[in-house]
Each structure stands twice: as C-alpha cells, then as structure tokens.
C-alpha cells in the first residue's frame, strides 16, 4: 500500500529503518491538537512494505481466489470457483454462483466489457458470446479474453494457464483487440520468437490489463512487467532482477517423455480500485509468492510484500489496505463473523500482567506475537515499543505475545531491544493455540476482545502509522 498523507498528519514517509526518537516525533505529531509539525522522512525509489490484513474488511475488490483472477462486472467480481463454475463476489465479498455455460462446452476464460456484455472462451479456444452461445471465432490461437473497464474493448492475448506447443504458422501478434463480432480491429506488438520455436506460445504467454489507450503485460516466463501503447511504443518495464527467469525454455526429458522446461515468474497483474497495479509473482529462489504494487503510469514500484502462498487469495479495500483472506470462508458464501482471540492464562514477564486478556476488557488491544529466533521481530520490536508509549496517552493498550520456549531467552531479547516492554509468555504454544501463520504478526483487538484488525509480518514505520490511526479511531468509536 502506498504511504498516503492523513488529514490530522500531513505527508507520507516511506518504509526505512528509523531511531526510535524520531519515530517519537513522528507518532506523537499526529496526536489531537497538540502536534508538533513532524518530520517527513521521504527515500525516493525506496518502496513501502504492504503489511497484509487477514480480517475480513467491510468492503473491498476481489482481485485473486486462490490464485485465480476476478474479472469486473459491473459493481461485481467474477471468478473461476476452480470446480467448473463460476460465482459473483460483490464489495461486502459475498459470493453467489452465476449459471455461466455455453452450449457444448465450459468457460475457460471471461471478460466482461463496460457495457455489461460476458464474453467466454471455451475449452476447446472458441470465443462466444455468453448471452446466447453464439460462436464469434472458432478458435482464438491467443487463448485468453481481457476488458478494457474504461471502454467497451475486447482484447486476447496468450493464456499463461491454457499452453499449446505447435509449429509457428501465420503471423500472430502479442495482442489483438476485437470488435463485438470476434473480427480483428487491430494487431500490436510482435511475439519474442525462442530458440525452440515450438515455445512460442508458452515465451508470449501472460496476464494483461487493459486501460484506455496503454495495455500493462506480465510475461509468464520472464522478470518484467511492461507497459505499450496501442501505437506499440513501450512505456515503461519494470523488472525485479530475479535470478530464475527463463531465458529460453526448453525441452527437458521427464520418465522417457519430453518435459517442458521453464520457470514461472509473473503468476498475475490487476488493477487495483485506486487504478495502481497488482503483481503477484514467484520469490525468485525462496517459497511463497510476492506482491507488488505498482504505480500505472510511471511504472515506479510503490510497495511490496511477501505471501506465503503462489496461489493467493487477495483483495483491496478502497482505502488501498490490502487482505489476504481465506478462500474457503470465501466459498462458504460469506466472509465470517469477527471472533473473539482466545484467552488463554499464561504467566508473563516479571509477572507484571494479569494471566488472562479478560482483565482488559473495556480497553482497546493491540497484541504482537514475537520470539527471538524471529529475525524479523528483533527489527520490529523497537517499533511497537515506541507504539506502546504513544498509545498509552490514548489509554490504548500495547503488549507482546512471545512465543519462546524458554522465559529466560524471552527476557533477554527485551531487555537488549526494547527494556521494559510488557510481554505474555506462551512457551512455544501460541501458534496453535492462536492459528498463527508466521511471526511477526500484529492484532488490534476492540473493547469485547474481538479481533478488529491483523497485521501479518514486520511493521515499517508506515505500517506502525496505520496501525495507530485504526487503534485511535477504535478507541474513539460508540
């Protein structure tokens, strides 16, 4: 998410390692009319941390379910259930199924232009017109179908999932846009031709977002995003200097059978609801997936994070705030209900604290969850311990979850990082027992004990902002 100037606390700082004094000066020049004037710290190029969300927001855009891409219809999201059907996700992210079939086959791929018309590729690469089944082109050698939201454009480009291996005979471009009755209007760029000439579908392959006269690309097999005008004139391309790119796939040999050999790299592209650019891709050498937010018109990385997961299930509220959500509360047919964090009794550091959360009830919470083989949280922790003295003038309170086994090394680590810092010992249980997913993880609870808002990695300084202006806003709530 990109840092945004706030009415009560002008100008944005970008994510960097900051003392914890000026962090002071920072946090409490946003605080009532009291404010000193602040210090804007600013890294030009430097790109935010987006600090993940996995509490259901109250309204958002779907943009991935389980790695499958939402398409815009109208005030809706449409989107593959990865079972042969398709189901609606409107802004509260309510899911409904929508019949979508074409006659003798299903829909492979979707797009629905401005005027609310559904097009549909079949499986076998014909594209139809989803009202009445009509074939419009027995067979789209691109493979995917793609809307312009801001006109009433069809374009195809080559599917990153739906690959064919065959001999390059006419030529195709990289992409074509349509008129209402499947006829090609025009024609723009040209494929990169690999050395094994069969490849050329899968080298051309990608995800593409249409707007107006730019179309954004993302190459399945290489590290760049590109942006080109319908003229052909590139814009801008962004790369991320990724190790494992491919630079020509190839043929492999698997048990005795040819083997298609490449890496994938750019695994989907969005436009976001305040017209900026998500990317999802493979972390080069390590697991899980990245996000990447990028500015549409500049090609500038705004801000990044890390996902768990290849195939994600992301959305983005209107306030830029990106979700990572649970797709199987998603295909219940309903986001669920915020719970309460449970409350188990656990001894503390120095035994300052109450046993249990219940003794704070009344109060606004915010919890870290930390330990000190979490390189990660020895970063973040200075931070909330800064936290924890500013919110305290709001009667807000901050404290740490430490998941070490051993209290001893628990109290070590505070005391060189953060001296004083109140923290709850769970003994090495508190990943169970509170469905933690990694560490660092931040939670603001409400007044109930309810989780209200989560955090999932290490905060920046950004992200240590956001979290003070949803607590205060909390805490200020009927």
Known sequence: MVARASPSCPGPYLAMRIPRPLLLVLLLGCHGESRSPGRIVDVPGQPAAIVLDSVFPAEATLLWLDGRPAHQSGARQLVSDGAGGWLAFDTALRSTPVPLALRGGTVAALASTRDGVLWGIDGVGALRSLADSTVLRPRILLGDVVADPATSALWVVRSPTRVTYRMPG?????????????????AIGSPWLPDDIVMQDLANAGSLVVVGDTLYFAPLIRDEVVAITRQGDTLWRYRRGYATTTTQPRFGMSGGRPTPEYQRINLGLALGPQGTLFLVSSADTLPGGRLDELDRVTGRLLATATLPSTRPTLAVADDGRVHLLASLALLAGAPPARTAVPDMPLPSLGDTLPRT???????????????????????????????????????????????????????????????GFPSRLGGGRLAQAYGLIGLPITMLLDARGVIVGQWIGELDAEAIRRVVAAARALAQSP
């Open 357 to 419: 959360l219940a003794e704070f009830r009344g109060k606004s919470v915010v919890l870290n969850f930390w330990a000190s083989w979490c390189e990660p949280c020895r970063r973040e922790l200075p931070l909330i311990d800064s936290l924890r003295r500013v919110l305290a003038r709001d009667s807000i309170i901050v404290l740490g979850m430490n998941d070490d086994p051993s209290p001893g090394v628990a109290q070590r680590f505070v005391d060189d990082l953060a001296p």
């Open 170 to 186: 006419e030529t195709i471009p990289l992409f074509e846009r349509l008129d209402p009755n499947g006829r090609t209007l025009e």
